[in-house]
């Protein structure tokens, strides 16, 4: 009876994991002027998550800027913007929360801790360490 009790346990922990609706469901920022896009990407979704939309990394010599545009992403708890050296989230800078599950956002990058490794931008959970979905940046 344990057993089945545990199993059935993990199950709902498995299918539950980043469900809860905590985000905003739309969310728009301005279009940075006077930055260039140096770097793009498209997003995919990872496993059952659905995450879509288009990722620049824009910069003058002053400033940093990620870009999500015409962004889409399933809904779950602690979402947080990485900007990743790989897709496991092993060395990442945290650009904090995911604004909204749809819209275009920017965030801001600290050009002291860039470095041109950083080609991947994540949408993680946090809470339960799951990726819903990731972009390689690429050189335009």
Known sequence: MKTLLYAFALLCLATTGCKKDDIALQ???ELPTG???SRTGMFQGAGRYMVS???SLLQNTDKLVLRLENF????GPDLKVYLSKDTRATSFINLGELKALNGNFNYEVDKNQY???FKYV???CEDFSVLFGTAELKTM
């Open 122 to 124: 994540l949408i993680w």
């Open 35 to 37: 930055l260039t896009a």
């Open 115 to 117: 470095d041109s490794d």
């Open 53 to 55: 939309g288009k990722v």
């Open 72 to 75: 889409s992403s399933s809904s």
């Open 27 to 29: 969310a728009t920022d």
